[in-house]
């Protein structure tokens, strides 16, 4: 089933999504971001399916961000695109099943961030991640109120000031992965663990999702720094 950009399927208790414009590396485009949000919302609606599984097409890239380098800022405009991206990036968060990344390639930007909302990511022994923002003088959104949960602050603060990629076993390292397989291995070691947690009980899997993830800093009163419309401020060069 075709969801936008978004190529759909269910394997037993398992639903995939599949992002799928690899011409333009998967990126989140209206297409992409449509798919993401109607079959995260039909996966948790569905009472066969337990487990959601993310991943990319292609050899490249998991997801290589949003392309907000031409955005004409307004702050009406603004806040629209940052409420949606927000929407499109916390759906994981969101759906009330757990839901894996399989990251096979390029994670960044809003890749990274959508993989991170993710409760586990499994990546490829190929997957880079990045919050490359700030060589545009933007910072990330909906990094900037989760990274440091996850890395640490000082952690956090090196990939949000730098913008560096990082490799798979880095991200593993610091806590962001939580396994790296070999790339040819990906979905099947994803289904795999997909398939464990379709076999355990599912109102103690949501209530053990639900729990770990309060205090993320999700709530309406603590996500407003992510709306603010500065975020996608491009800095002149005598800002720099």
């Given at each position: 089933?075709?969801?936008?950009?978004?190529?759909?399927?269910?394997?037993?208790?398992?639903?995939?999504?599949?992002?799928d414009?690899?011409?333009?590396?998967?990126?989140?485009?209206?297409?992409?971001?449509?798919?993401?949000?109607?079959?995260?919302?039909?996966?948790?609606?569905?009472?066969?399916?337990?487990?959601?599984?993310?991943?990319?097409?292609?050899?490249?890239?998991?997801?290589?961000?949003?392309?907000?380098?031409?955005?004409?800022?307004?702050?009406?405009?603004?806040?629209?695109?940052?409420?949606?991206?927000?929407?499109?990036?916390?759906?994981?968060?969101?759906?009330?099943?757990?839901?894996?990344?399989?990251?096979?390639?390029?994670?960044?930007?809003?890749?990274?961030?959508?993989?991170?909302?993710?409760?586990?990511?499994?990546?490829?022994?190929?997957?880079?991640?990045?919050?490359?923002?700030?060589?545009l003088?933007?910072?990330?959104?909906?990094?900037?109120?989760?990274?440091?949960?996850?890395?640490?602050?000082?952690?956090?603060?090196?990939l949000?000031?730098?913008?560096?990629?990082i490799?798979?076993?880095?991200?593993?390292?610091?806590?962001?992965?939580?396994?790296?397989?070999?790339?040819?291995?990906?979905?099947?070691?994803?289904?795999?663990?997909?398939?464990?947690?379709?076999?355990?009980?599912?109102?103690?899997?949501?209530?053990?999702?639900?729990?770990?993830?309060?205090?993320?800093?999700?709530?309406?009163?603590?996500?407003?720094?992510?709306?603010?419309?500065?975020?996608?401020?491009?800095?002149?060069?005598?800002?720099?």
């Amino acid at each position: 089933m075709r969801l936008g950009s978004v190529n759909y399927e269910t394997k037993g208790k398992v639903a995939i999504l599949t992002l799928d414009e690899p011409t333009k590396l998967n990126a989140l485009t209206s297409g992409i971001c449509e798919g993401v949000l109607a079959g995260l919302v039909r996966a948790d609606a569905d009472e066969n399916i337990r487990v959601a599984v993310i991943t990319g097409s292609g050899d490249k890239a998991f997801c290589a961000g949003a392309d907000i380098s031409g955005f004409e800022l307004e702050p009406e405009k603004g806040r629209k695109f940052l409420a949606h991206a927000l929407d499109v990036l916390s759906a994981p968060e969101r759906c009330g099943k757990p839901v894996i990344a399989a990251v096979n390639g390029l994670a960044y930007g809003g890749g990274f961030e959508l993989a991170m909302g993710s409760d586990f990511i499994i990546a490829s022994d190929r997957a880079k991640f990045a919050v490359p923002e700030i060589q545009l003088g933007q910072l990330p959104g909906f990094a900037i109120v989760r990274l440091h949960n996850i890395v640490g602050r000082a952690k956090a603060k090196e990939l949000s000031i730098l913008g560096d990629p990082i490799s798979a076993a880095e991200a593993e390292r610091i806590g962001l992965v939580l396994r790296v397989v070999p790339h040819d291995t990906l979905m099947a070691n994803a289904m795999e663990f997909a398939e464990r947690i379709a076999a355990k009980p599912r109102l103690a899997v949501a209530m053990a999702k639900s729990f770990y993830n309060r205090g993320l800093g999700g709530d309406e009163g603590r996500i407003e720094i992510e709306r603010d419309p500065r975020m996608l401020l491009q800095q002149r060069p005598a800002d720099h």
